[in-house]
Structures are given as structure tokens and as C-alpha cells.
């Protein structure tokens, strides 16, 4: 759920989008050539586009981002459409991004938080209540930066530095020195190869830019890739992006529902030893649905015909290996390929967040093909192969209807692509049953057998802003005695530090009523469990769904809410010591405040104590969620957590 203005830049958008629709005037033609006239290009690309391929290398490529009124663009080699990146394992990867927005207006007209100049006014420290300290508006700069989602390379530029590389735009403030920077990535060779993704990661600002345009797909090359360009097996990369926040332009007043009957009114008696979150039961009524595109094509709503939907040939008897990034700012997908008869067909996922399913110790293996749908939170990848319809036959790729919570967005099944037998086989290509899986060994492996060296809770949660009427503040805070629950605002010191080379256990508790996410910039880590049902294969991803929580019932001993809970294991490589940033990657939410930073210390003479760092966790309550050691329930810590909502709403609108 995002909740601004209405965006002014989106808006045009939609509303250039709609009047391309009602008029007779033919839309003008697709051309991604970046001119003075046309800084983004012309027109969209039709259904079943495949954008083009940049392959940098250490030698490097220009990645400039350009800015057509309402829309930002990646140009590279003069075509303004988002290159699909190559790069190869151990190798290096050299990039120059270079700013040329020339409009900040339209990004502040398309940001999210609400018009608030002055600090919100912070909520006394009371008996039952204790300090909310939110951040406040964040102005437009128009800078821009690249983060290169899932990358396993340093926190440090001019690798992956998303906290202190910017580059200014050509108009706006210059607060970041520098209108280009030259990103050197060194690949470890044994990172996860698969696909990975880039966009712009200035606090405050993330959605604002990718709304407007700006994402794009990093495929890292390997031998697995080798082996089925070996085998004469064709690729094809998918990217999902997201033009719309539909639900933004609402006030809170018009957007909640009243709480559930018999909830009780907000009482620090309620509250003793837990968050208090009698609030979170309200639920939005979202109506508005948001525009997704597949390579750049709007995807259609509703039955359409064939022929408004991007076609895909397989060779007959032959598969394919299908990457898809969901590039949405907050859209999930759930995906199935289905017949056109609606059934679901045996879909073989190989990868998830670039990393194979199965591991080099055949400990955990391949799965088999399966008709249920895999879900794609925002941010998240997966790669499947797809095989042949038999001819005569087609099959859909389709996203199902996906229940995000009371307070989440509306997200309808849509039909992405249609998917026929036709074409030739290249002279290589082998049968269905004989494709490559090559697993290699990754700089990951073995997180199922390290000793745990710490656990902890990192509970998400969300507040309306006190006494205003336009604005959410989203929280994401480790629990445990003495937290303070406070947006994230730029420049905050380390809200974790751990020592490079440890290994610990978090469980990210959700306390809202919407679907969050869970991402850490650097690192891969396994889902242990999800709501307590532990995973048979644990997953190595770098995003994961948080499940929304749950009432529980007024007389219940656990509060009014469970929170939607996952457990990770995460490493710390010495490789990756720096500060990394960990959030929701719904990025709204992110920009509002639902963003933390880790710090990685390196090895030292003098690291802090470790008995220190390792009490001894409460037994947890609930068994299925607690193997030995587990991370502790929620009311077995003592907390400083509260929301305060309830008694600011008397409080004095801050002036604005
Ligand atoms: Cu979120």
C-alpha cells in the first residue's frame, strides 16, 4: 500500500495511456532512439519486445538516464530502453551511469510522501506510550545512483555503494558532487549465476524512478548458462515493471475502514510487553488496479484476444529457459503457465534471485515440474523452462489474483503471453528430458550447516502519520530491549553491526495487515520456515515474501495480531564487510522509511564480546516455529515499542 498525491508525473502517464486508447489517432510508432526531441524515444514497444543486450565488460559501457517530462529512461547506445546487461562470472563489469534528469519537479510531483516540511511533531514519552520520531518529507534532489540487486560484491564504491554514490542531475541541487560515476563490479566467481537487476537507489526518491521508467535486467553468465547455449537451448528475459500507483492520493481517513466490531479502543494495558497494534487492524479499501508492463508492453486486464499479448514460439518437442524479473515497485506475481482450457501445466523451476534450487552437495536437488504457481514478490527473479505446447495448442503464461491482506493492493489475474509450438529447433537442440543443470558451487554454500552465532526479531510494521491526513510511516526495527520504532531517514547510523565471518538466525515478523518484503543488498540467505511451517528446500534467495499477520482474537493471550513471520540464516562474508542496507522492497515503503543498515565489521584485534552477543534466546512459544534455539515469540521481549497513534490523533497537523 503507498499513500501520497496523486503523482502528477504518473498521472500524465496514465492519462497520455488513456487517451491513446479513446482516440481514433494511431499511436505513434515504437522508437527507442534517444534524440533531443525524444529523449526516451517514441511510442511503446509492441507485445513480445525483447530489449537489447549491453555487454560492458571491464572495458566498460555508458548507461546515461535521461528524462522525457514524465518518464526517465537507461539509454545505451543511444536506444533509450533499458539494455538487458551481460556479465560473466569473475569477471569484471565496468559501468559509467551519468545523470542527465533535467526536471526534478516531476519526480517530486511523482514521490510518495506526503507534503510534510517540518519534522512530524514527536509523540511525548507517556506512560504506555513511548516516543514515535518519523522522519519527514524528502524533497527531490533528482539525483540517481545503481544498486545491483543480489550482487555478492562490496558494499563499497565503486562497487555496490547505494549509501554515499550519487550523481547530480543537470538541474537540481548538487549535493552529490558528481554528474557521472564509473561503477567497477568485480564478479566473484562463485557467486549464483542467473539474472539479476539494476535501478536507481536514492532514499526516498526509489519508487519515484522506477515508476517513471528506470530498471532494467543483469544476466550473469556461467557454465550453467554455457551449458544450455551448449545444448542449443534458446533464453529469453522477462522483465515485469510497474507505471502506476493506483492507490497513492488517497487520505487515510478515506482509505481505512473502521476496525473490526468489539476491538477495543488503543490501551496501554494491551499493550504490556508487546507492540501495541490494535491500529493494524484497519484495512484500506483500495479500488484502483496498477498498470504492469512485460518488456515494456502494458499487460492487458480482463479476457483480451491473442494478439494484445506478447506471443512466444517454442521448436516444437524442444524447451526453452525463461528468465523473469519482477521489476514491479510493489506488484506480486504469482505465475502459472496454464492451457487454454485454464489448467495449470507442469512448470520446472531451475533458479530463484539467480540462485539454483539445487546445490553442488545434492543435498538439496531440482525440483520436479510442477503446476503451482510460484510466486515472484517485487524485486524477486525466477527462472523456469518451458516447454512446447504440443502444435496446435497454446498455453498462457498468467499471473494469478493474489491476496496481498486487507490493507494491500488489488492484484487481478492477468494474462501475460501466449505461448505456441512454431519455429525450428536449432540443429543442437535436445530433447525435452535431456537439458543441462550444471550447479556449481557458490560463495553461499554450506549456510545449512554453519553454527548459528546469534538470533534476532526484525519486526516491520506501519503508522499512520499522527495527526496528518496524507501520510504512512513505515517502520523496520529489531526487537529487542530499548528499540525506539523510527523511520529510517538518510545518513542513520547502523541499526545492526555484526562481525564479518558470523552467522545468524533473523526471524522478520510482519505486524501489518499487506504483504511486505524482505531484501539485504550483498547477501543471499535460506528461508528457514514460513509461519512457522519450516521449508523442506530451503530457498536461497535475496528477497522474500513476509506473510501479512493475523487476528488472533480479542482474549487472547498473543495480543490481538500474529505477525506473518519468516526465518532466515544468513552469512556474513569478510568480502562483503561495509554498511548494507536491508528493507522492504515494496519501495515505497522503503522510501517511507522501512529501511535499516547493517553494518559488516571486518575481523579486528578487538571484536566485541561474543558471550556477550549471545544470550541465550527465551524458549519460544509456539512449537512448530522452534527448533532448538529458535528466535524468540513475540511477548518474550521486553519492548519499547508503541504506536501512538491513537493518542496523537488529537495532536496539532505539523504545518506543511
Ligand atoms: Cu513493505
Request: proline content about 11%; some cysteine; charged content about 20%.
Amino acid at each position: 500500500m503507498s499513500r501520497a498525491r496523486r503523482a502528477l508525473g504518473l498521472a500524465l502517464l496514465a492519462a497520455s495511456a488513456h487517451a491513446v486508447a479513446a482516440s481514433v489517432v494511431e499511436p505513434p510508432a515504437f522508437d527507442p532512439r534517444s534524440t533531443d526531441a525524444a529523449p526516451c524515444g517514441t511510442g511503446l514497444p509492441p507485445p513480445g519486445h525483447e530489449m537489447p543486450e549491453l555487454r560492458p565488460g571491464a572495458t566498460g559501457a555508458t548507461l546515461a538516464v535521461r528524462q522525457d517530462g514524465a518518464r526517465l529512461c537507461y539509454v545505451a547506445d543511444g536506444l533509450a530502453d533499458a539494455p538487458v546487461i551481460r556479465a560473466r562470472l569473475g569477471e569484471a563489469l565496468t559501468i559509467t551511469l551519468r545523470n542527465e534528469i533535467d526536471d526534478p519537479s516531476m519526480i517530486e510531483a511523482a514521490m510518495t510522501p506526503g507534503r510534510l516540511r517540518a519534522a512530524n511533531i514527536a509523540v511525548p514519552a507517556a506512560a504506555g506510550y513511548d516516543p514515535v520520531v518519523p522522519g519527514m518529507h524528502h524533497a527531490a534532489t533528482a539525483a540517481t545512483n545503481l544498486h545491483v540487486h543480489g550482487f555478492a560484491v562490496p558494499p563499497v564504491a565503486p562497487q555496490d555503494d547505494v549509501m554515499s554514490v550519487c550523481t547530480d542531475a543537470a538541474v537540481g541541487p548538487t549535493t552529490c558532487g558528481q554528474r557521472a560515476f564509473t561503477y567497477r563490479y568485480r564478479l566473484p566467481a562463485d557467486m549464483p549465476e542467473g539474472l539479476y537487476w539494476y535501478h536507481p537507489h536514492v532514499h526516498g526518491e526509489v519508487q519515484a524512478q522506477m515508476l517513471m521508467g528506470l530498471a532494467g535486467a543483469i544476466v550473469v553468465e556461467g557454465p550453467a548458462h554455457d551449458a544450455r547455449r551448449a545444448a542449443g537451448i534458446v533464453e529469453r528475459v522477462l522483465v515485469v515493471r510497474q507505471t502506476q500507483d493506483q492507490d497513492a492520493g488517497k487520505t487515510p481517513a478515506e482509505a481505512m475502514t473502521a476496525a473490526p466490531a468489539g476491538a477495543p479502543p488503543t490501551a496501554p494495558a494491551a499493550a504490556a510487553g508487546a507492540i501495541d497494534t490494535a491500529h493494524e487492524l484497519l484495512c484500506t479499501s483500495n479500488a484502483g488496479i496498477d498498470q504492469i508492463s512485460l518488456n515494456g508492453t502494458p499487460v492487458p486486464l480482463g479476457d483480451v484476444p491473442d494478439a494484445a499479448l506478447a506471443r512466444f514460439e517454442i521448436a516444437p518437442g524442444t524447451r526453452q529457459y525463461w528468465q523473469l524479473l519482477n521489476a514491479a515497485t510493489d506488484a506480486f506475481l504469482s505465475l502459472s503457465l496454464e492451457d487454454d482450457q485454464g489448467r495449470a501445466l507442469p512448470l520446472q523451476v531451475a533458479a530463484r534471485d539467480g540462485s539454483p534450487l539445487a546445490d553442488d552437495t545434492g543435498r538439496l536437488r531440482h525440483p520436479a515440474p510442477t503446476p503451482e504457481a510460484q510466486p515472484v514478490p517485487p524485486g524477486g527473479r525466477i527462472e523456469f523452462f518451458v516447454a512446447a505446447p504440443p502444435p496446435g495448442t497454446k498455453a498462457f503464461l498468467v499471473t494469478h489474483a493474489i491476496d496481498t491482506g486487507c490493507a494491500g493492493d488489488r492484484l487481478p489475474e492477468r494474462r501475460l503471453a501466449v505461448v505456441v509450438a512454431g519455429g525450428s529447433a536449432p540443429a543442437t537442440a535436445p530433447p525435452i528430458a535431456a537439458a543441462p543443470h550444471a550447479v556449481s558451487r557458490d560463495l553461499f554454500a554450506g549456510l545449512l550447516a554453519r553454527h548459528v552465532d546469534r538470533r534476532r526479531v526484525i519486526a516491520m510494521a506501519e503508522y499512520p502519520r499522527p495527526g496528518t491526513a496524507d501520510q504512512t510511516d513505515f517502520y523496520i526495527v529489531e526487537r529487542r530491549p530499548g528499540a525506539v520504532l523510527r523511520s529510517y531517514t538518510m545518513g542513520d547510523a547502523p541499526a545492526i553491526t555484526v562481525q564479518a565471518g558470523t552467522t545468524e538466525e533473523w526471524t522478520i515478523e510482519n505486524w501489518t495487515h499487506e504483504l511486505h518484503t524482505f531484501h539485504i543488498h550483498q547477501l543471499h540467505f535460506r528461508v528457514l520456515s514460513v509461519d512457522g511451517r519450516p521449508s523442506p528446500a530451503p530457498e536461497l534467495l535475496d528477497v522474500v515474501e513476509v506473510p501479512y499477520a493475523t487476528a488472533t482474537g480479542y482474549r487472547s493471550k498473543e495480543g490481538p495480531l500474529r505477525p506473518g513471520r519468516v526465518r532466515l540464516r544468513l552469512h556474513f562474508p569478510a568480502d562483503m564487510a561495509g554498511d548494507i542496507p536491508f528493507h522492504c522492497h515494496l519501495v515505497d515503503h522503503e522510501d517511507n522509511g522501512m529501511m535499516a543498515v547493517l553494518r559488516i565489521a571486518r575481523p579486528g584485534p578487538a571484536p566485541r564480546s561474543v558471550a556477550r552477543r549471545s544470550t541465550p534466546s527465551p524458549e519460544p512459544r509456539r512449537a512448530a516455529d522452534a527448533p532448538a534455539g529458535a528466535a524468540p515469540d513475540d511477548a518474550s521481549v521486553p519492548l519499547a515499542m508503541k504506536e501512538s497513534v491513537c493518542r496523537a490523533k488529537s495532536a496539532t497537523p505539523p504545518s506543511r
